[in-house]
């Protein structure tokens, strides 16, 4: 603005500068004062060339002349002088018209550098208004970069956030990896531990330990009548199978579930699956059972069972260093060397002996 401003003042001062050149020239052009005094020269000299016509009469009146006059020389010198000063003046006229050209062109220069000063002055007349507008407009741009300046700020530190981001999304999959291999780890340890798994595993494997060292004790208490099967899988009615485990019982009449068999029947199975689960279990363990604990049972034993039963036991207790019998049957008492007899006082409460 303050650069168009200046320019403005350079214009005015040449365009009144030029109007005064143009002034000055138009007065010339109009009053002629340059070329007043050389119209008077031409007119002389026009006036000399005229007189110096060439005619015969006045040839054989100069000739007359020539020959009366001495001066002769004279005045052919003067000739030779007015010839030269018509040279001279013919030159002065082409110069002063080669002036009047080249004046004439400043004329039509100073006119076209006039218009174009109009022209500018034109346009300055609404250099405010432009100004204005232009302040505005570069208002708006400086409020339109400053949003930009604050939106790139913003969009920066969402852009480190969204790094921050990515590095936990990143951190998270990895963190996810690792938690999925370690799910699908202790899934198998899970299985692997679980009821069909290693524990499925060893029972399946000691399934016919148990079921034989049932049935050797069975065939003593029950003359070989009863056997027990244990099956670990079992069909499905929509065809397949399925980890179980199943103590099916049979005897001379064939196979049959546990409540139709009498209590001594039902007591003895029980008693030789048991010792046959401790022993089993005391042989895996690598160590050996030293004492079998017998509590009650035997009231549902008649006097075949209660004889199949001590048999059993006296059988079994090779394999023991102890058999202790909790009994209340009076037959029982005497089968056992060493008896601890318990009874109940009213005044001291219960009491034990050791019968030898």
């Not at 339109?144 to 999304?169: M, T």
């Not at 069909?196 to 000691?206: C, K, M, P, R, T």
């Not at 549902?300 to 019998?325: H, N, P, Y």
Request: aromatic residues 4%; glycine residues 6%; negative net charge.
């Amino acid at each position: 603005l303050l650069g168009a401003r200046q320019d403005r003042v350079q214009t005015e001062a040449e365009r009144a500068q030029a109007n005064g050149h143009v002034r000055a020239s138009q007065d010339e052009l109009d009053t002629g004062s340059f070329s007043h005094v050389i119209d008077i020269e031409i007119d002389r000299l026009l006036q000399e060339r005229q007189n110096l016509s060439y005619d015969e009469t006045d040839h054989a009146h100069v000739r007359a002349q020539f020959e009366a006059l001495t001066d002769a020389p004279v005045a052919a010198e003067r000739l030779h002088a007015a010839r030269d000063q018509m040279q001279a003046t013919e030159e002065a006229l082409q110069r002063l018209g080669d002036e009047h050209a080249a004046a004439l062109q400043r004329m039509a220069l100073v006119a076209g550098r006039q218009q174009k000063r109009i022209a500018e002055l034109k346009e300055l007349a609404n250099a405010d208004d432009h100004c204005t507008a232009t302040q505005t407009k570069a208002d708006g741009l400086r409020h339109d970069r400053d949003g930009l300046l604050q939106r790139q700020g913003s969009l920066q530190s969402r852009q480190q956030h969204l790094i921050g981001v990515a590095e936990e999304a990143a951190d998270a999959a990895k963190t996810s990896r690792k938690v999925e291999r370690d799910e699908w780890l202790y899934s198998q340890l899970v299985e692997a531990f679980g009821k069909d798994g290693i524990q499925a595993l060893i029972i399946e494997s000691a399934i016919p330990e148990i079921e034989d060292e049932t049935n050797a004790i069975l065939r003593q208490l029950t003359d070989n009548r009863i056997q027990v099967t244990i099956e670990s899988l079992r069909d499905l009615k929509g065809g397949g199978s399925r980890e179980t485990l199943e103590v099916k019982i049979a005897d001379e009449m064939g196979e049959r579930s546990y409540d139709l068999y009498s209590g001594g029947e039902a007591f003895r199975t029980d008693f030789a699956l048991r010792i046959a689960l401790s022993k089993v279990l005391a042989r895996r363990a690598g160590t050996r059972l030293r004492t079998l604990i017998i509590d009650e049972g035997f009231g549902t034993q008649d006097a075949r069972g209660l004889e199949q039963l001590r048999e059993a036991i006296q059988q079994i207790s090779k394999d023991f260093d102890k058999v202790l019998v909790v009994t209340h049957l009076d037959e029982l008492k005497d089968v056992f060397p060493v008896r601890i007899e318990v009874t109940k006082d009213p005044e001291v409460g219960s009491r034990f002996e050791i019968v030898d």
